[in-house]
């Protein structure tokens, strides 16, 4: 079980890593359930030397450590753990993942259309409209 500490720290640890922010993370809903992923996957102790590196340069992060960011940041934007056995957490994880957010689409087969929409023509984009 996690302390809410150790979930805050994971949380600011999370923020750095994807560049999304603590609401943003939250609203996932997924904090917890990637802080215990993480703790499983990396251990507890290279998960407390990661949080505790948390603030600094990444680029002083040793290999170990970088590799443990780069799982927990694919993690957060894909909802997948990469290895040893690469793994999706869960359909809520997938259609969670940040990718997603950032390029302002929902995860595929995650929003149905409804019967028939698939002969609608496409809408236009708000941000784009008129740029075309």
Sequence with gaps: MQTTDETADFTVLSQELTGFDAAA???TGLAGT???VAAEQLGRDRLRRLLEASGGPLGELDDDLLGAARAL???WY???WPEPSPFVVSARAY???LVW???GLAAPATAPGGYGSWADSPSSSPSRAGSL
């Design 25 to 27: 993370l939250r609203g």
């Design 34 to 36: 990637y802080l215990a």
């Design 73 to 75: 940041t694919l993690l």
């Design 78 to 80: 894909t909802g997948s």
């Design 95 to 97: 259609a969670e993942g």
């Design 101 to 103: 957010k950032a390029a």
